[in-house]
């Protein structure tokens, strides 16, 4: 008869067991037969078997008209509900909430909709100053720091897919009004790193920003700094830029993003 401790050390390898045979069933481009299970996890048949019927009794796995094993529905639904509790916003909370204390500005968290930008968290400073944005509102990608990030950092085909629904629109004599003179911008930013929105969406008002990249190096978002222009200087904007790509950073290993390759944000005065 198995001790305590015997026993808990039973069940976690059963586990591990158990995991195993789902790798290896998802790794697998085809279904697998029982032999094929057992002899590539080095188990016992009847081992296999036993582990393969407990999967597939709760849908984990499921066998093919032919008995052989492949992975269940059940997997999928676990999938979408894992990314529905994947909340952007959660996770990226403490880092915006130390990037306002670094920079003493507003910052925002953007995400791409269309030919606009969503702003779905936003914190502020303790300043009498400050931007005023709420969270859910969108403004155009064209002439926001936030749009021209992640637009910068598209694949070719979805970037030009964005700039062809823009309608361009003048907010102040500093928006950029044409699809040329936006595509010139994006070049600019990709090269150093970071987008600018130089009083081009609202006189006084100064915005730079740093695009969130996913394991395959995609924009999923973007995190700016806003402030008046006279707090957020051109002299300032190499150092803010440096802070939001820590925040960033660590955003995009919070959500997983291990892989992601880095921004490079170059040293010197930002020149309009």
Known sequence: MRDAASQGTYKVQALDRAFAVLDLLGESDTPLGLAQVASS????KSTAHRFLMVLERHRMVERTTSGKFRLGLRLFDFGNRAIEQY????????????LVAETEETAHLCILEAAHVIYIDKIEPARSVRMITRIGASNPVYCTSVGKAILAFLPEERAADV???????RFTHRTIATPEALRAEMEKT????YAVDDEEFE????????PVLDAQRLPVAAVSVSGPSFRVTAQKLPSIANHLLQCVRGISADMGYTSAGRVIVRPGPHKA
């Open 203 to 210: 006189e006084g008002l100064r915005c730079i920003a740093v």
């Open 163 to 169: 700039v062809r629904r823009i309608r361009f629109e």
């Open 41 to 44: 996890l080095q188990l016992h």
């Open 190 to 193: 990709r090269r150093r790193g």
């Open 87 to 98: 909340d952007l916003r959660d996770r990226a909370q403490p880092h915006l909430r130390r």
